[in-house]
């Protein structure tokens, strides 16, 4: 791969750009890396919510509510394997309101 990126690096297609853009492209990859951690942070708060909560559908805390419906999954027959049921399931996150 290192000899591929050496040579399209040899080629008249790249344009040389000023180093003062050099802080975007740093910004980009900061920004990535926040944006990575965050969601790993909102999904632990989110199951820290969905364990407290248990099998209730709705929940208070302090001014916020809570709710984990249930979301109506329809019978789907497939070819090779046998037909699902109609059955619901819990979404995966917690609908937060302040209040």
């Known amino acids: 791969m290192k000899s591929s990126i ?7 297609d790249i344009k040389i750009l000023s180093k ?6 740093e910004q980009i990859l900061e ?15 989110m199951q820290k919510l969905k364990d407290a909560m248990g ?12 709710e984990r419906d ?6 789907s027959p497939l070819p ?4 699902k049921e109609v059955r619901s ?4 996150s917690v609908k937060i309101k302040k209040i």
């Open 55 to 66: 099998n209730y559908t709705n929940g208070r805390v302090s001014n916020f509510l809570l």
């Open 70 to 75: 249930y979301v109506p999954l329809k019978a």
């Open 31 to 45: 920004c990535d890396r926040i944006i990575k951690d965050t969601k790993i942070h909102k999904d632990l708060c």
């Open 80 to 83: 090779f394997t046998p037909a």
């Open 89 to 92: 399931e819990r979404k995966s």
């Open 6 to 12: 050496k040579q399209s690096l040899n080629t008249k």
């Open 20 to 25: 003062k853009l050099t802080v975007y492209a």
